[in-house]
Nanobody, 126 residues
Framework: VQVVESGGGSVQAGGSLRLSCAAS????????MGWFRQAPGKEREMVAT??????????RYADSVKGRFTISEDNHKTELSLQMNNLKPEDTAMYYC??????????????????WGPGTQVTVSS
């Protein structure tokens, strides 16, 4: 499976961005897709995930983005989006799309995801 992100950019605080992730290859066996982010000097962290197998459609969000970000998937395991509203300077980071294949429930640890995109930069200015 290959994943590629798009849609990053620079916005002012309070603005919105929509990230997209295109997945290709043997996507039929994908059981979880998610968005992660990593700011300079910090560890990579989960932003949002969506279950695609045992708990289809179940979404999880980091507390810091609840109510502001929305993850969505196209029901074909080929497109993943992240709508980001009311962006804050602390949302500035490289954002990554990730996928996990097989059977199971989404995990929040980046180590549970073998497939990663190259990332897209999001910069929020105050």
């Amino acid at each position: 499976v290959q994943v590629v992100e798009s849609g990053g950019g620079s916005v002012q605080a309070g603005g919105s961005l929509r990230l997209s992730c295109a997945a290709s290859g043997y996507t039929a066996s994908t059981y979880c897709m998610g968005w992660f982010r990593q700011a300079p000097g910090k560890e990579r962290e989960m932003v949002a995930t969506v279950d695609l197998d045992f708990a289809v459609g179940v979404t999880r969000y980091a507390d810091s983005v609840k109510g502001r970000f929305t993850i969505s998937e196209d029901n074909h395991k080929t497109e993943l989006s992240l709508q980001m509203n009311n962006l804050k300077p602390e949302d500035t980071a490289m954002y990554y799309c990730a996928a996990a294949l097989g059977r199971g429930y989404c995990a929040t640890s980046p180590t549970a995801f073998p497939y990663w995109g190259p990332g897209t930069q999001v910069t929020v200015s105050s």
